[in-house]
């Protein structure tokens, strides 16, 4: 009898001993709602901050620590270049063996109240179809715009006119949290403060998830949004020293800004507004030495040329964005972003001593002409995204998302041609003027599932309609009259249907991505030209392909290498002519 009920002690403790518990959640980037993989969650005890073990998340930023005795518990949730954020008050007993913290969200480096930074945040981090860059990182351009800090970025280059080229293309896409734009993309990056910026995106070989326009890739702006509860503001200023040299300019270039952020964020709320204003004006002088040699008629002629060449750029914008997450399930979000640029070039150029001399290469002047040629180009970009956005997460962690979008864009602005007396200017020898109104409207519906059916990684489909109607008229004037043969309306209608499926999967150092996007489009363009000709219209319709690959080698924890393969495709409206 005694040995029966030690044998039955024995079992009642061993069975006390075997009983475990686990803890589950999922980790994301509290700015972009993506699962970070490879996060690391670790368990410490609550009394005295021992720690008991820690797992790193899978692809979809999932995690589980099992066999977990019970008792009261804290998770610290780290991931490189993010706050740690901690969830405390875990208590486990026999009745309850499972703790389910939810999403938590993980934010790129604020210190903010209850965030323990651990480490310096990383320039950039690479994933597998992008590389993540932090404006904070480049000094030289806080107070600046969008293209003062992408100009720092490998393989970006941005030329003395502004536009920008990705690995030698000027055919790039931009992406404003997000969401894609069809307008011009130098002029709504030049609206963009770089201290709104919350991070850089470059995506060089987009999967099929992503349209296939541009063949330089494509430029995700992340803008800043509180990620922890209360309220976040922040305020810059930016003035310029007057200039080193003013080159005779009519007037003193002015450089001055200021922009704001405002943020209140609560466990169900997170409301973020912001607005910008920056002047950024650009003096200078252009000297030439301009000449023409005419084989056939044994002429050369020449253009010497002083003068100065200077730029007003001013712009200013607003932002609003207001999200809702009832549940741990459901989120929605509402934003509106809209701005207006305007740049006025001055060339006033004095053609001192313009003549002709024959033969070439002599002295004798056939004649000599002098006069002051006065050029101001008009360039103005307005600009207005708004959109609406909706994700569940499923029990079984699938994803359902879907989003509207609506975009307009003007770009235009007149400019003014005259050649005028060099020593008496109200003599007027001829007058150009010619002026373009150039309205886009664009609509997109997108909807997104993404799901794990199988151990090869992560399936991702999607559907998404989109519509682009683009204006233009274009008016040339020659001394105060109409020049029908450079005059014209032109008008393209652009209609899109595409379906995607993508894989992307792990398997120990190798990670891969792979997928393929089918578009159908129906393009009609039409031409009026202001002469007697009858109008044109163009139509195309196709049906093609677009697939992509990306495969990455970890060769240690600090390098890896990477090839990809993406088909883009360069797709004009009439901007581009």
Known sequence: MKLLIKAWCVYFILLAQSITAQITGTIVDANTNEPLEYATAALFTQKDSILITGVITSQEGFFEIKEVKPGPYYVALSFMGYATRKVEHITLTKNSLSHEIGTIGLILGNQLNEVVIQGERATVIHKIDRQVFDPKKFQNSQGGNAITMIKNIPSVAVDGLGEIS?????GFAVLINGKPTQGDATAILAQLPANALESVELI????????????????????????????????NLRGGFPSIQDYDSQEAAQRYGIDATLNKRTDHWNISAGASYQRNDKTGRREGAVFIINQVENK?????????????????NGRFNVDFTPNTSDSYSVGFYAGKHTVDRL?????????AVTPIGSEDRIYTFQYFNHNLRTRQGDF???SFDYSHVFSNKSKFSASLLYEYTFLGGPTVNENLGSIDRSVLYQQEYNTNDNPLKGYRATIDYQWKPFSLGVLETGYQYRYLDHTGEFVYERDGVLVPEFSSAISLQRTLHSGYAQLTGTKGKWDYAGGTRLEAMNRKYSEDLKTAAPKETYTLDFVKLFPSASIQYALSEDSNVKTAYSKRVERTTTLKK
Request: glycine share 14%.
């Open 384 to 386: 207005a995204l708004g």
């Open 300 to 316: 050369q002629t020449f253009l010497p040329s002083d003068g100065e060449r200077s730029f007003g750029d001013i712009s200013y």
């Open 347 to 355: 060339a006033d150029i004095e053609y001192y001593d313009n003549n």
């Open 204 to 235: 060089t070989a987009p999967s099929a998830k992503y349209d296939p326009e541009g063949k330089g890739g494509i430029i995700n702006i992340i803008t800043k949004k509180g990620a922890m509860n209360g309220v976040f503001t922040q305020m």
């Open 166 to 170: 990705i690995r030698g293309s000027k």
